[in-house]
């Protein structure tokens, strides 16, 4: 089992940036992807960002150019780094990790907050 706690959200104006952490402890060593969803009010849930253990990234197109997803394997943790916020970014953002062998995200962190104010 894995266990994750975010950290970082909050209120900021259009245009501004944002960094979101998320600690993962447990059985870490069986984590493959670890990264980040997020869902809007009256939205499904969407993939944001994600990064394997080995470093390769993926983004949705929404976000490209303006997120950054980072990892620090030594230290279990996962980080997200957005710029040029807008609006739309408005969501609950979760941390996820998903292990080697499963198809879908298997841990969840307990979401956090940001909200992009004009």
């Known amino acids: 089992q894995v266990q994750l706690v975010e950290s970082g959200g909050g209120l900021v104006q259009a245009g501004g940036s944002l960094r979101l952490s998320c600690a993962a402890s447990?059985?870490?060593?069986?984590?493959?992807?670890m990264g980040w969803y997020r869902q809007a009010p009256g939205k499904q849930r969407e993939l944001v960002a994600r990064?394997?253990?080995?470093?390769?990234?993926n983004y949705v197109d929404s976000v490209k150019g303006r997120f950054t997803i980072s990892r620090d394997n030594a230290k279990n943790t996962v980080d997200l780094q957005m710029n040029s916020l807008k609006p739309e970014d408005t969501a609950v953002y979760y941390c996820?990790?998903?292990?080697?062998?499963?198809?879908?995200?298997?841990?969840w962190g307990q979401g956090t907050q940001v909200t992009v104010s004009l």
């Open positions: 996820y990790s998903r292990r080697f062998g499963n198809p879908q995200p298997d841990s």
């Open positions: 447990g059985s870490t060593f069986s984590v493959n992807y």
């Open positions: 990064i394997s253990s080995g470093g390769s990234t």
